[in-house]
């Protein structure tokens, strides 16, 4: 490793860098105006960091009238540019690797701030990827106060900020560390864990039979399969009969399941007169906390009983549970649904008590054409956000 | 100083009639326990009211033996009188109708008064998809849910659904004492599992009365 002697000084204008030894003291021309410091800025990123091969990394502005919205590479043994990058918005300086790459946060064209890194060469790419070379996050959006860089730590783990305002341990680069882990891709959610704590995938299914562990049986309201699949009961209900699965590091008991959905509906509900009424509602089961939850046993929630749709057994380590959201054949008290377009969003998680969490997004939509037939063609579910209401 | 009986009389008077704060209340230009009735009425106010009479209702006592006198009456007026409404999102569209936000404040304060006309709609349920959580939770069942919050005091009437009424109405009285889970209600689940035909409510009764 290059020890590097002396100080270093950026100045905006002239733009130059300027490094200083005991004996000696050089002044190199910069590529762009390097940024100014406003005093002790606690949330405002370094403007500058140097690598162990006495690389420069300094974010300035392309021009004199420009935001800051470059950063460069500089060599500052011989002032050699190595490489420049402009981005969309002021680069906040993060880290730099032991391979001379470094990693920054900016905002893209989407508005929202992503980590990045950028290779020896200049290469910039996002620091956690999907196999797609996708950003997989933490995408951060809402956050208009404060610093929120990731820092590494150790083992190919990075501390960062998490959309929802929590710190995450995230295991995904390959730059920082050779024994790095692979990026988790499952729900594009980066995996959110401490070192040695416990981990947990999850998953939902949606046909065949419920997995050869699951000992649940659908139950409640307008239920009448116990196979995974869209089944219409005749004059109750069409609903997809889906099965989560989740499988954790420790002990299935020492976790939470909870569930939110969001639905859109929109038809015509016909009378015992046979007069249609149109209707069109939604309904977010966000804005009550925990309903959306499933039962689990002796839950005390109003109505739980009797209910029981999570499995979870000390001493194990898989987690089942059962859902079957959809819509009921009536419409209403004095009407039953002529044609229906229903779409549903869920959000299932199991989260442990130190806050590790993992998710999945899943969607229902379902299509009951006129005459109240299902139209089991059109009709769908699967992993991910589904089409738009 | 010499204050004759009449003044004295007049001013006893006075200050009982003030005693009750809610009329303090108005005085002091916080809304009156009846005007924030009539605002729960309101379709254009009812939501508001609500919020404030609940607040209202938790800690004042007076406010509270207001609504029990006048919530059940218009909890007797039934979901037809709810507005029209194009608004699509359907927890606001609920509160825009001044019978739900009726039922939803006898529940959330536990008003006894109200469980004779809570049992008329125990079955009865709001629009909204299917969701079998929130279905278990009775979300969906606002006077069945209020029933519910009650608690001891509407086990009466829940006796009486039970005995007078069968199908929906009969199995929902069976869920809520299910979930009341007190010694008086797991009494009641005893009675009735004794005469109870439906091979599921019996299944419901019995794992209640386990726990």
């Keep these: 490793m290059k020890k590097l002697a002396g100080a270093l000084l950026p100045i905006s204008f002239p733009p130059a860098l300027y490094h200083a030894t005991a004996s000696s003291s050089s002044r190199f021309s910069l590529p762009l105006f390097p940024a100014e410091i406003f005093g002790d800025n606690l949330f405002a990123a370094d403007a500058m960091l140097l690598g162990e091969d006495g690389t420069a990394y300094l974010t300035g502005r392309s021009s004199e009238q420009s935001p800051v919205d470059t950063v460069a590479a500089v060599d500052t043994s011989n002032g050699n540019v190595k490489w420049t990058a402009n981005t969309t918005s002021e680069p906040d300086l993060s880290t730099v690797t032991s391979d001379g790459s470094l990693v920054f946060q900016s905002a893209q064209g989407d508005n929202a701030t992503h980590t990045l890194i950028a290779d020896p060469n200049g290469n910039i790419s996002p620091l956690f990827a999907n196999s797609d070379g996708s950003d997989a996050g933490p995408v951060l959006t809402n956050f208009s106060f404060g610093l929120h860089i990731p820092f590494y730590w150790t083992l190919g783990i990075w501390f960062a900020s998490m959309p929802d305002g929590g710190l995450g341990a995230i295991t995904g680069s390959g730059k920082a560390e050779t024994e790095a882990a692979p990026v988790p891709v499952s729900g594009a959610e980066p995996q959110r864990q401490h070192v040695g704590s416990p981990t947990a995938t999850i998953t939902v299914r949606f046909d065949g039979p419920k997995s050869p562990g699951d000992q649940l049986a659908f139950s409640g309201d307008g239920s009448c399969s116990q196979t995974l699949a869209l089944w219409y009961c005749q004059n109750l209900s069409w609903s997809f009969y889906v099965e989560g699965a989740a499988t954790v590091s420790d002990d299935a008991a020492k976790w939470k399941v909870s569930q939110n959905a969001v639905i859109s509906r929109s038809g015509d509900a016909k009378d015992s007169q046979g007069v249609l009424r149109h209707i069109r509602d939604s309904f977010n089961s966000d804005i009550l906390p925990g309903d959306d939850d499933p039962c689990v046993l002796n839950d005390s929630r109003p109505g739980c009983e009797g209910i029981v749709s999570v499995q979870q057994p000390s001493g194990q380590k898989s987690i089942f549970w059962l859902d079957h959201p959809g819509s009921l054949y009536k419409a209403s008290s004095d009407a039953v649904w002529d044609s229906l377009n229903e779409t549903g969003q869920f959000t299932s998680r199991v989260c442990n008590r130190f806050g590790i969490c993992k998710r999945v997004n899943w969607f229902i939509l379902l299509i009951v054409d006129p005459g109240s037939m299902l139209d089991s063609a059109q009709s769908l579910a699967g992993l991910g956000t589904g089409p738009n209401p | ?211």
């Design chain 2, 1 to 211: 100083m010499r204050i004759s009986r009449t003044v004295l009389v007049s001013v006893l008077v006075l200050g009982f009639s003030s005693g009750t704060s809610w009329q303090w209340a108005s005085a002091q230009g916080r809304p009156s326990a009846p005007e924030l009735f009539e605002r729960l009425r309101s379709d254009q106010t009812t939501n508001a009211a609500r919020k404030q009479l609940l607040d209202l209702g938790k800690s004042d006592p007076e406010t509270r033996n207001y609504l029990a006198a006048q919530l059940p009456l218009l909890i007797d007026l039934g979901p037809e009188s709810c507005p029209q409404t194009d608004t699509v999102d359907l927890v606001t569209r609920w509160h825009a109708c001044p019978w739900y936000n009726a039922i939803e404040l006898a529940g959330n304060l536990r008003i006894a008064e109200a469980s004779p006309a809570l049992a008329r709609w125990i079955n009865w349920r709001v629009e909204g998809p299917l969701l079998p959580s929130i279905e278990a939770q009775l979300i969906f069942y606002p006077a069945a849910k209020a029933l519910y919050e009650i608690g001891d005091p509407a086990i009466p009437v829940l006796q009486h659904i039970l005995n007078s009424s069968g199908g929906g109405e009969h199995a929902q009285a069976v869920r809520v004492l299910c979930k009341i889970r007190s010694v008086k209600a797991k009494a009641a689940l005893s009675e009735q599992l004794a005469r109870e035909a439906d091979p599921g409510l019996r299944t419901m009764i019995k794992n209640a009365m386990r726990h």
